[in-house]
């Protein structure tokens, strides 16, 4: 009786403790796509999901980047927000803080140039209008 209780206190934990989180996606699946910026349109940037952001303004290919997401970039770092670098095939590195991807269903991915503090801002679709 004492194992039977057991089995069912333990398939009972099993969907709370394997359940959490599961709801939302995580960064690294939610920036797939393609992203137009929000100021130009003609440019937009392709995340792939094998780490490489593929650059174009208008049709024209510009450059591919590698990218990683993380708590820290350069000389950032926090527990509590999330990093996108950017590596060219030179090895230069650029830092971005992620401050919304997608929120709602909003289709805007927010993201802050650390080296200046730029504020950039893209779509997921040409009729998005950003307020």
Not at 81 to 107: H, P, Q, S, W
Not at 118 to 130: D, H, R
């Amino acid at each position: 009786m004492k194992k039977l209780f057991l089995i069912l206190l333990l398939l009972i934990q099993i969907p709370t403790v394997f359940g959490q989180n599961q709801s939302e996606d995580p960064t690294s699946k939610k920036i797939i796509g393609t992203w137009f910026m929000d100021k130009n349109r003609n440019t937009r940037w392709v995340f792939s999901q094998d780490g490489k952001v593929y650059n174009y303004d208008k049709d024209t290919f510009k450059v591919m980047y590698r990218y990683t997401i993380s708590n820290s970039c350069q000389n950032n770092s926090s527990d509590n927000v999330e990093f996108i670098t950017l590596m060219d095939k030179d090895g230069n590195e650029y830092c971005f803080r992620i401050n919304a991807i997608n929120e709602n269903k909003n289709g805007v991915l927010s993201l802050t140039k650390m080296d200046n503090m730029e504020l950039l801002v893209f779509v997921n679709n040409t009729n998005v209008i950003v307020r």
